[in-house]
C-alpha cells in the first residue's frame, strides 16, 4: 500500500497515480492530476514488498526540490537492528540509509521494534505504542494487567503500565535454535491473575506462535479475559492462528491493507 497526497495549509488530497513494470523489471509511474509547485507532497505506506520501496525512492526522487513528508505505517527491516555475524548484514541500517538519501522533512513512523530505528532514521518523529493503546483502549478504565511476550516489550510496556498506573508482568520464551520452534513459554508474576482482565501488547504479529502459546500458559492462571493488542500485523494467516486464543484482538494496521 502507497498512498500519495498533497497538502496544503488548510486541507490534503489524495493523489491517484498507477504505477507499472518495463520489460527489464525497472519500475515507473504516472501521477493522473497535475500538481503545483507550491503544494507540499506526503506519501504513507507500509512498504509491504520490495518494489514499493524501490517505488517509494522514484517518488521522492521526482519530488525532490519539494517538502516531502513520509508516514510509515510499519518499518521495514527494524527487527534486524543489528549485525549478528560478520557474513550476515545490518538491514535495518541499510534500510535508514535509502530512506536518508530522499531528504524527507519528517519522517513518522508507528511503534519501532526497538530504539534503534530512531537513531538510524533523519528526521524522525515517533509515535510511541502509548499513544496507540490510547487511541483503540481508551484511558484503560477497566481492571487489567499489561502482559509483555517476552523481554523485548518489555520497556515500552512498562511506560504504558505507569502511565495507566497497572500491573505489569513479563514473560519468556525459549527456542529451538535449530527449528525456531517455541518450546517454552513462562509467565514470572508474584500477583494474582486470577479474575484479571489480560493485555497482551506487542509491536508485530507475525505468524502468531507467540501469542498463542502465551495464552494457552495465561488461560490456566484463571483470568476473566485475555486481549491482544499489536501495532501492526503481518499476515492474515497470523490472525487466523491467535483469534481461538483471545477475547478480543486489535491491530493499529494490517500489512497492505
Not at 500538481?35 to 507540499?40: L, S
Not at 509515535?127 to 518489555?154: C, N, Q, T, W
Not at 520497556?155 to 525459549?174: C, G, Q
Amino acid at each position: 500500500m502507497l498512498k500519495l497526497y498533497t497538502q496544503h495549509i488548510k486541507y490534503k488530497q489524495e493523489i491517484e497515480f498507477s504505477w507499472f513494470k518495463f520489460p527489464g523489471g525497472e519500475l515507473h509511474f504516472n501521477v493522473k492530476v497535475p500538481i503545483t509547485e507550491e503544494e507540499d507532497i506526503c506519501i504513507k505506506t507500509d512498504l509491504s514488498n520490495s518494489d514499493e520501496i524501490m517505488l517509494l525512492m522514484l517518488l521522492a526522487d521526482t519530488f525532490r526540490h519539494r517538502n516531502i513528508y513520509l508516514e510509515l505505517l510499519y518499518t521495514p527491516y527494524a527487527r534486524q537492528d543489528r549485525r549478528t555475524s560478520h557474513v550476515e548484514p545490518f538491514s535495518l541500517r541499510a534500510f535508514a540509509k535509502m530512506i536518508n538519501t530522499c531528504g524527507f522533512k519528517r519522517v513518522t513512523v508507528y511503534d519501532p521494534h526497538s530504539d534503534v530505528t530512531a537513531a538510524l532514521i533523519d528526521n524522525i518523529f515517533v509515535v510511541k505504542r502509548l499513544e496507540l493503546v490510547k487511541k483503540h483502549y481508551g484511558e484503560l478504565h477497566f481492571d487489567a494487567v499489561i502482559v509483555s511476550p517476552d523481554a523485548g516489550a518489555m520497556k515500552t510496556n512498562n511506560e504504558i503500565a505507569n502511565h495507566f498506573k497497572l500491573p505489569h508482568i513479563v514473560a519468556t520464551k525459549k527456542r529451538d535454535v535449530q527449528t525456531g520452534e517455541i518450546t517454552e513459554t513462562q509467565v514470572h508474576t508474584d500477583i494474582s491473575l486470577k479474575g484479571k482482565n489480560l493485555l497482551v501488547l506487542d509491536d508485530i504479529c507475525d505468524g502468531g506462535r507467540t501469542f498463542i502459546e502465551l495464552s494457552k500458559v495465561l488461560q490456566k492462571l484463571n483470568p476473566q479475559s485475555i486481549h491482544l493488542y499489536t501495532t501492526v500485523s503481518i499476515s492474515q494467516k497470523g490472525r487466523d492462528a491467535v483469534e481461538p486464543f483471545f477475547d478480543t484482538i486489535k491491530f493499529n494496521h494490517k500489512l497492505g491493507a
